[in-house]
């Protein structure tokens, strides 16, 4: 079957570094979407990963592991703001996305 | 319009019912798709169309029915609603419906029947 993981919740501290895990089982491979979801919003493009390795843009990196099936979001610098849920979704062979059920970060001061 | 936006923004709705959830994006895009979602639940996708005049059914289609007779609008049926279609539905859209293409999503429509 087709199964995304990710925790369920995180807690960090403003100013900190975050890593957000995520393990994708999907039939075939399109690509590794996450996206951030602020509470009653809707979700928003964060980055997309279909090579290996670590694509940086801002505070925001995500990571990709084809042979593990293994990704992660690392946001660093947090900011009160980044307060919300993270979403990873593994886009499969039919190219649809499958979804985890979100990560909700929690920023403390 | 701006973007992807939908109507109405909540319902509260008698089971057995009729209602049909609207969708309207002026970006151009040629992939939509409906997607609900649930606490503790990922996104699910209900049904999608690639381009105008296909639609597909997705993860979950069932008590669901769509159309897409012109690009910019993708409306989601709800022939009789039952309890557990309680959720909040997202419409989405891309330009194209492979590859990289990241998925415009609109505000969301919450959706209560009782």
């Known amino acids: 079957g087709q199964n995304i993981d990710q925790p369920t919740e995180m807690t960090a501290t403003e100013g900190a570094i975050v890593q957000i895990n995520c393990t994708y089982q999907?039939?075939?491979?399109?690509?590794l979407f996450w996206y951030q979801q602020h509470a009653g919003e809707a979700p928003t493009f964060l980055s997309y990963?279909?090579l290996d390795g670590l694509e940086e843009k801002g505070r925001f990196s995500s990571f990709l592991s084809r042979s593990k099936g293994y990704s992660y979001l690392l946001l660093k610098e947090l900011q009160m703001k980044d307060s919300a849920s993270y979403l990873c979704?593994?886009?499969?062979?039919?190219?649809?996305?499958?979804w985890g059920a979100g990560t909700k970060l929690i920023i403390k001061p | 319009i701006a973007g992807i936006t939908q109507a109405p923004t909540s319902q509260i709705l008698a089971a057995g019912r009729r209602m049909t959830l609207r969708c309207t994006q002026d970006m151009r895009h040629n992939a939509m798709y409906w997607y609900r979602q649930d606490l503790g639940l990922g996104l699910r996708l209900i049904h999608y169309?690639?381009?105008?005049?296909?639609?597909g059914k997705g993860e979950v289609p069932d008590g669901y029915s769509v159309s897409r007779a012109n690009t910019d609008d993708f409306p989601l049926t709800l022939a009789s609603a039952v309890p557990s279609q309680t959720s909040v539905y997202f419409c989405a859209s891309s330009t194209h419906s492979q590859g990289s293409d990241e998925q415009f999503f609109g505000p969301g429509t919450r959706l209560t029947v009782l």
């Open positions: 999907t039939s075939g491979f399109n690509g």
């Open positions: 990963n279909v």
């Open positions: 979704a593994s886009m499969d062979s039919n190219y649809q996305l499958i």
């Open positions: 169309s690639n381009t105008a005049g296909t639609t």
